[in-house]
C-alpha cells in the first residue's frame, strides 16, 4: 500500500511545542516522518518534549517568541542545519479571562504578540524563497472556535483568535503563488496540561454544562495532531485558506 499523509523527511517548525497541543503535534509529526524543530519558552520541559522525538535531525530553540528580531537569525541557523523548511504549526498561545471593563492595552498587546504577530513573523520569515523548500509548504495556525463564537469576558483572547483566522485567508492569498498554503485549525476545549488544572477546579454542575456543549465530549490533543498532519502533507495540497473547526460539535449546539 502507498502511504497517505505521509511528512516524511519534512522539516517543521512547531511553536509552543513543550507542552499541550504543540507538544502533541510535535510527537505525530515526527511519527509521521517529519523532522521536527521544536521552539517554546521553557527549556526543562522544552528539552523532555524533544528527547522522545526519533531521528537525527530534529532540533529545539528556547526562547521568548515574542523577540521578533531574533527570529531570522533562529530560521537561518535552523536551515543551515536541517534544509529548508516544509511548514509551520503556529501552537503557542496564551489566554485571559477578564471583563471587559477591566481590559487593559497591555493585555491586548500582550495577546495579540504571542497569539498572532509572532506567528505571523515567523510566517513571513519562512516564506522567504531562501527558507522555504522549492516546491512549497503549508503554514497551520492553531485558532480556536471562540475565533468566531465567543462569550463573556474573553474579548482579548476571543479577538486575538479571531485575527488568526482572518488573517491567515489572507495571508494564503498572498504565499499562493510560492505553493504555500495557509490553514487554521479551530478547537474547542482541548484536555491538556493547562486546561485540565481549570477543569479540575469547576464546580459539578459547570464540569456538567462544558461537557453538555460538545456532544462528542472533550478533545484530546492528538484530535488536533492528526488534523495538523492532514494539513502539513501532500494530500492536502488544494487546500489553502481554510478553518479547520474540530470541536466535537461545540459550534453547532
Excluded at 531562501?130 to 512549497?136: C, F
Amino acid at each position: 500500500m502507498i502511504q497517505k499523509f505521509s511528512l516524511h523527511n519534512k522539516n517543521i517548525i512547531i511553536t509552543g511545542a513543550s507542552s499541550g497541543i504543540g507538544k502533541k503535534c510535535a510527537e505525530e509529526c515526527n511519527k509521521a516522518g517529519a523532522n521536527i524543530i521544536l521552539t517554546g519558552r521553557n527549556e526543562a520541559r522544552l528539552k523532555t518534549a524533544f528527547d522522545k522525538l526519533s531521528g537525527s535531525k530534529n532540533l529545539f530553540y528556547s526562547f521568548d517568541i515574542t523577540q521578533f528580531d531574533i527570529i531570522e537569525d533562529i530560521v537561518n541557523e535552523i536551515v543551515e542545519k536541517t534544509g529548508k523548511i516544509d511548514g509551520f504549526i503556529h501552537s503557542a498561545g496564551i489566554e485571559l479571562t477578564k471583563p471587559f471593563r477591566l481590559t487593559k492595552t497591555e493585555d491586548y498587546e500582550n495577546l495579540y504578540k504571542v497569539n498572532v504577530i509572532s506567528g505571523f513573523e515567523f510566517a513571513k520569515v519562512i516564506s522567504s524563497r531562501k527558507y522555504i523548500n522549492e516546491t512549497g509548504g503549508s503554514f497551520v495556525f492553531i485558532s480556536s472556535v471562540l475565533g468566531f463564537l465567543s462569550k463573556p469576558g474573553i474579548i482579548s483572547y476571543s479577538s486575538s483568535k479571531g485575527a488568526l483566522i482572518n488573517g491567515a485567508k489572507s495571508m494564503a492569498l498572498e504565499l499562493a503563488s510560492k505553493k504555500i498554503r495557509v490553514n487554521c485549525i479551530s478547537p474547542a476545549v482541548v484536555e491538556t496540561e493547562l486546561s485540565k488544572s481549570y477543569i479540575e477546579k469547576l464546580t459539578e454542575e459547570a464540569m456538567n454544562d462544558m461537557l453538555k456543549m460538545h456532544p462528542l465530549g472533550l478533545g484530546k490533543p492528538e484530535d488536533v495532531a492528526y488534523a495538523c498532519i492532514y494539513l502539513l502533507s501532500d494530500e492536502s495540497r488544494w487546500v489553502t485558506g481554510s478553518n479547520l473547526v474540530i470541536d466535537g460539535g461545540y459550534s453547532i449546539k
